[in-house]
């Protein structure tokens, strides 16, 4: 198994609503990533997940909260979003610090869309 | 991480080489080139990364020049499918290690039938 399945591929909530966004690789990596992508804007790193432990918060607001129950799960949960806060969500894993040379494998994304 | 500069669009003909290139001035020793693509509302997806060598997989070529201040990815016969935003990303080799990617703005490459 080569991928990064994230789910699910679309979510709508209310800004009162509180949701999770999951993401799953089964490649062994230690690794994982939370990034956000607004449209036609590059992906923008939130979260660094290494070995299990958060490693990098980038000032991401306490609304967005992730969690790694183990090696190859990856949640975000989401409470009192704002409508500012639709984009697309991507989750992303490597290898970690024993790394190989291919870097990073990206899910296909969770579009998200608060009204 | 070096900074890089790409055109923000392409164009390319279907069939043809496709060769975006990037600038990457001010690129310390130990950095090495990434490229990675984006199709529309897909994630990025590895293409191929080099250090001073020119390198070639299933996918594409990249070409870097002898200073190593730009470099060139070449898609030998691009297809309809090549149509995504390409990034050029510098950073020390850390084995994919767990300090995240940071993406500029990448070229948007429309290949045209």
């Known amino acids: 198994d080569t991928e990064v399945t994230q789910t699910p591929k679309h979510l709508v909530m209310g800004m009162t609503n509180k949701k999770s966004l999951k993401c799953e690789q089964h490649?062994?990596?230690?690794?994982m990533y939370w990034y956000k992508q607004k449209a036609k804007k590059p992906p923008e790193l939130m979260f660094v997940?290494?070995?299990?432990?958060?490693?990098i918060n980038e000032s991401v607001p306490s609304r967005f909260s992730p969690e790694c129950p183990n090696s190859s799960l990856l949640n975000l949960h989401l409470h009192a979003l704002q409508p500012e806060d639709s984009a697309l969500y991507l989750c992303?894993?490597?290898?970690?610090?024993?790394?190989?040379?291919?870097?990073?494998?990206f899910g296909s994304g969770t579009r998200l869309t608060v009204v | 991480d070096a900074k890089t500069t790409q055109p923000p669009s392409m164009d390319c003909a279907e069939g043809r080489a496709a060769n975006l290139p990037c600038n990457h001035s001010?690129?310390?020793?130990?950095?090495?080139v990434y490229w990675y693509r984006q199709i529309h509302s897909q994630g990025p997806q590895y293409i191929i990364h080099?250090?001073?060598n020119n390198e070639t997989n299933e996918m594409a070529s990249l070409i870097i020049t002898e200073d190593r201040k730009s470099s060139t990815l070449i898609l030998p016969h691009a297809t309809l499918r090549d149509t995504a935003v390409y990034y050029c990303?510098?950073?020390?080799?850390?084995?994919?290690?767990?300090?995240?990617?940071?993406f500029g703005k990448g070229t948007h490459l429309i290949i045209q039938p």
């Open positions: 490649m062994g990596h230690r690794a």
């Open positions: 001010t690129i310390s020793g130990n950095e090495y």
């Open positions: 997940y290494s070995y299990e432990k958060l490693s």
């Open positions: 990303i510098v950073r020390a080799y850390s084995g994919g290690g767990a300090d995240g990617l940071t």
């Open positions: 080099g250090l001073k």
């Open positions: 992303a894993s490597s290898q970690g610090i024993q790394g190989n040379n291919y870097g990073y494998t």
